[in-house]
Structure formats: structure tokens, C-alpha cells
């Protein structure tokens, strides 16, 4: 036992069984999540697929049970949003029986195992893993990863399909969706009719795993969605524990993929104070070779010192594996040899909270809204697919943090919204007020009486009522 350990009959520990979605995204809350109830007694399982499989020696304290799926990749589309739900659907159906029987493996160690297990807690993208789980007598959480506005659109889906908001048609995209606001039709993950019956399936499945669950667990706050949270609570009808931002509450080790190149951590402590463009587009989206070249030049023109990551497969057709980063345009590096930095892959957190960051370009994936927000660092948004263009929608027209960078990427344009953005005037000047003053906000959720540390407590209780 750990020195304030909770402990079950004969003195052992309670431990929380954890089943990440394989993606980075999801990978990063889902282990800030264990480090937390880690830290609070917990002993910890990780399941995980042999594809993206968590580093174990960076976490020497936790059990893993490989379930040993390799990639399932569908083949046969290059739209990154289509390849990712129907990967979802397929990383499902090729665990069940395995997790089935390691699960089941494991509950029959002894009877002793079975009674020192809370719950597992899974990504809401795995509901027949919760299935499994829940036929083998364990409790279910789910961890949503996204933010609380995207579920409650995932919940009233069903609603926008009758009202026809659903599938879309092309001339609907910017009305707005008076039932959501401030949500426009091209807000929406799906805006067209090719891919709308895997997207209902999906979404359909994330809202049964919450509502069939003991519990959710979002990893957001008050300070930011306090409305949104309120309609959960009221419409769901299980418990909802806001514990965000996860990254800043847990004290758990990188759960990284990829190697985070710290080499030019130096060059921006070398940097003036918010001056530096930050710019990364996460682990999944991609871009055209043409928009490519537009988002150097872009770069380059704004005149800014800039770190850029270059994910290798963030150009649509080139393969993720390879070694080689995507080729910048001849002549990019002479332009900027002194003011700026390429990189494949950051420490990104790290990087947002240094002083000499003054602006994130963002594809506006949840976890790295959320590492902005934290540190008051304003967002030129771009989003390309899935919950990224609602959260860039909150950005620009709630938190009033950031601009969207919208249509086709031609030449000037990027360097014309980077001025915009860090420019002395407006509307930089009010983003960046706002931003300061959002970042103590969320500061205060996190605080010893805020409401993500009061709903820890709250979680760490229900999870001793199972
Ligand atoms: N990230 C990182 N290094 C990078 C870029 C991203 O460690 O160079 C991390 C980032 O901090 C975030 C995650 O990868 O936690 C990306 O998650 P997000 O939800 O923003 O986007 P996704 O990759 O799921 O589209």
C-alpha cells in the first residue's frame, strides 16, 4: 500500500483499469487521468493496442496488458477524417474478443483482483470495450476528450438529422444552428452526405458509452464552459466530473509517441518576450503540398521568429513513417536562417507556456486548445476536421481568443492575419487581454477550492462507491 492509498477489504489497493483510444490526442488525457487517481492511491492498468503503444519505462509504477491488435487501418481513402472514424469502428471490433479474454484473465487471478478493481475507464470511442467490461461485472467511466459543446452536439445529433441540419447540403454551410448556438451547419464534424452514415455511427456510439456508463469524465472546466457542462449534467442523467485542464493537474510522465525535439529550447530563451509564432497542426491533420508551400511563405513573410512543426506525413499522400519531414520550397531556408526553427515534433506544452510565445497557429485539436488557453497564448485557428472547427468556433466567438484562418490559403493572406494577431493595435491587442484574462480564469478552476479540484474529489469518492 502507498502512503494514503484507498484500500479496499484486507488492506489492498483499489485500482482504476484504463483503455486509451490509440491517438495521440487521446493518449495524453487518458494518462494525465491516471497520474492523477495515481496520486491519489490508486494502483493503475493500461490496456493498450501493440499499435501506438505507450513507452512502459516511462511509467515504471503502472501494470499494462498488451492487447495485441496490430494497425487496421481501412485503405483505400487519403480523407484523413473518413480513415479516422472508420479506423475507430475497426480498432473496436478487432479488441473485443482479446480485451474479452485479458480482461477476463485478469479479474480471475483470484477473487482477491476482482474486488480490488473500481472500473475501467475508456475512451468514449470504445463502447464495446465498455460492453465487454460491463458484461464481466466492471463499472465503466468514460473519458471524453474532447470538449463538453462537442459531446452535447454529439448528444442532439439525432435532433439536427430530423431538423435537416443533417447531412448538409453545400449552400447551408453558414447558417447557424439556432438549437447550438454558436454553432454554424459547417461547425458540424460532417458537413456533406458522403461519410454521414459512419459519422452518425460513431457519434451514436460515443453517446451510448456515456449514458451507459457510471460516470464521465471531460476534460474541461468551468472557467470554460460552464453552460455546456450544465445541459450535460441536466440531460445525461449520470455523473459528470470536469477535472480539466488534465495537463496542468496531473503530474504524469510524457506520454509522447513521437520524440520531442528539445535542441532549440535554448534559441527561444533566446527570444524577446511574445514574440515567437508557434505553429503545429497535431498528430493528425493534414494539408494539401500547395497549402504546404502558402504556410512557409506565410511563415516566412510574417517576419516573426517562428517554430514550426513539420509532422513527417502532415502532406496528404506522404507516408507518416518516413524519416524525412516534407520538403520546404526552395529558397525558404535562406529567407529565414536566422529567425527561425523546424522541427518534426515538440515538446508542445513546454513550448506554449514559454514567455517568447506570443501566438499559436493551430488546426484546434482539443488537447492543444486547452494548452493555449492555459497559457494565455491567442490562436489563429485552422481547423480541417472532426470537433476542430467548433473548437475553433468557441475561440473566436466565446472565448474571443483567437481568429480563424479560413478558404483557400493564397499568398499574403497568412502574413496579413499574423499581423492582425501580434500586431500592437487591434484586434491583437484585445486577444491577447482576453487570453491573460482567460488563462486566470481557468487558473481559478484549478485553485484548491476551484471546481476541477473539488470534482477530483468528488471523482475519487464515486470511484469508491463501486
Ligand atoms: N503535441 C506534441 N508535440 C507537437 C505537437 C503536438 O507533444 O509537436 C501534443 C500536444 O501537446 C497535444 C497532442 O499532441 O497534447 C495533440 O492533441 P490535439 O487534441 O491537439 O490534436 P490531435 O493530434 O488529436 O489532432
Given at each position: ?19 486509451p ?5 487521446h ?57 479516422t ?10 479488441c ?9 484473465a485478469?479479474l480471475?487471478?483470484d477473487?482477491?483482483a476482482?474486488d480490488?478493481?473500481?472500473?475501467l ?7 464495446t ?15 471524453r ?24 447540403q ?32 460513431v ?25 455546456e ?13 470536469d ?35 508557434y505553429?503545429s ?15 512557409a511563405?506565410g ?5 516573426h521568429p ?5 509532422r513527417?506525413g502532415?502532406v496528404?499522400?506522404?507516408?507518416p ?45 482539443w ?43 493564397v ?22 487581454r ?6 486566470s ?20 469518492d ?5
Amino acid at each position: 500500500d502507498s502512503i494514503g492509498g484507498h484500500t479496499a477489504t484486507g488492506g489492498r489497493r483499489r485500482r482504476v483499469l484504463f483503455f486509451p483510444l490509440p491517438y495521440q490526442g487521446h493518449i495524453n488525457p487518458m494518462f494525465q487521468l491516471a497520474g492523477l487517481l495515481h496520486a491519489r492511491g490508486f494502483a493503475v492498468t493500461v490496456f493498450h493496442t501493440h499499435f501506438n503503444a505507450p513507452d512502459k519505462s516511462r511509467h515504471p509504477a503502472y501494470d499494462f496488458v498488451p492487447v495485441p491488435v496490430s494497425d487496421c487501418l481501412p485503405e483505400g481513402s487519403s480523407d484523413v477524417f473518413q480513415v479516422t472514424v472508420e479506423h475507430i469502428l475497426a480498432v473496436n471490433r478487432a479488441c473485443e474478443a482479446l480485451f474479452r479474454e485479458r480482461l477476463a484473465a485478469l479479474l480471475s487471478e483470484d477473487q482477491a483482483a476482482r474486488d480490488d478493481v473500481a472500473c475501467l475507464v475508456a475512451d468514449a470511442h470504445l463502447l464495446t470495450l465498455l460492453d465487454v467490461a460491463r458484461g464481466l461485472g466492471v463499472p465503466t467511466l468514460v473519458l471524453r476528450t474532447g470538449s463538453s459543446a462537442c459531446l452535447r452536439m454529439f448528444a442532439a445529433f439525432p435532433m439536427l438529422c430530423d431538423k435537416g441540419y443533417q447531412p448538409a447540403q453545400e449552400s447551408q454551410l453558414e447558417a447557424p444552428v439556432r438549437e447550438l448556438p454558436p454553432y454554424r451547419i459547417r461547425d458540424f464534424p460532417s458537413t456533406t452526405s458522403a461519410y454521414h452514415g459512419v459519422i452518425s455511427e460513431v457519434i451514436s456510439h460515443i453517446v451510448t458509452a456515456v449514458t451507459t456508463s457510471s460516470g464521465l469524465i471531460l476534460n474541461t472546466m468551468d472557467a470554460l464552459e460552464s453552460g455546456e457542462l450544465a445541459s450535460l449534467r441536466r440531460d445525461l442523467g449520470v455523473p459528470v466530473f470536469d477535472i480539466g485542464p488534465l495537463h496542468k493537474l496531473s503530474p504524469a510522465a510524457s506520454s509522447s509517441l513521437l520524440l520531442q525535439d528539445r535542441g532549440y529550447l535554448e534559441w527561444l530563451d533566446a527570444q524577446a518576450p511574445a514574440s515567437v509564432l508557434y505553429v503545429s497542426f497535431g498528430s493528425l491533420a493534414s494539408m494539401s503540398a500547395a497549402e504546404l508551400v502558402e504556410t512557409a511563405w506565410g511563415i516566412a513573410n510574417s517576419g516573426h521568429p517562428f517554430l514550426w512543426v513539420l509532422r513527417p506525413g502532415l502532406v496528404r499522400g506522404t507516408s507518416p513513417s518516413e524519416a524525412e519531414a516534407p520538403p520546404l520550397p526552395d529558397g525558404f531556408d535562406d529567407a529565414t536562417r536566422w529567425r527561425g526553427v523546424v522541427v518534426s515534433w515538440a515538446p508542445q506544452e513546454e513550448v506554449l507556456a514559454h514567455p517568447a510565445v506570443g501566438m499559436f497557429w493551430t488546426h484546434c485539436g482539443w488537447n492543444s486548445t486547452l494548452e493555449s488557453v492555459c497559457a494565455g497564448v491567442p490562436i489563429m485557428a485552422r481547423p480541417c476536421f472532426g470537433d476542430q472547427m467548433g473548437n475553433a468556433r468557441y475561440v473566436e466567438h466565446v472565448w474571443r481568443t483567437g481568429l480563424t484562418l479560413d478558404g483557400e490559403l493564397v499568398r499574403g493572406k497568412v502574413e496579413v492575419a499574423v499581423a492582425a494577431l501580434m500586431g500592437p493595435g487591434e484586434p491583437g491587442a484585445g486577444l491577447r487581454r482576453r487570453a491573460q484574462e482567460l488563462r486566470s480564469s481557468v487558473a481559478e478552476c484549478m485553485a484548491k477550492d476551484g471546481s476541477s479540484c473539488t470534482n477530483v474529489d468528488k471523482l475519487v469518492d464515486h470511484l469508491l462507491t463501486l
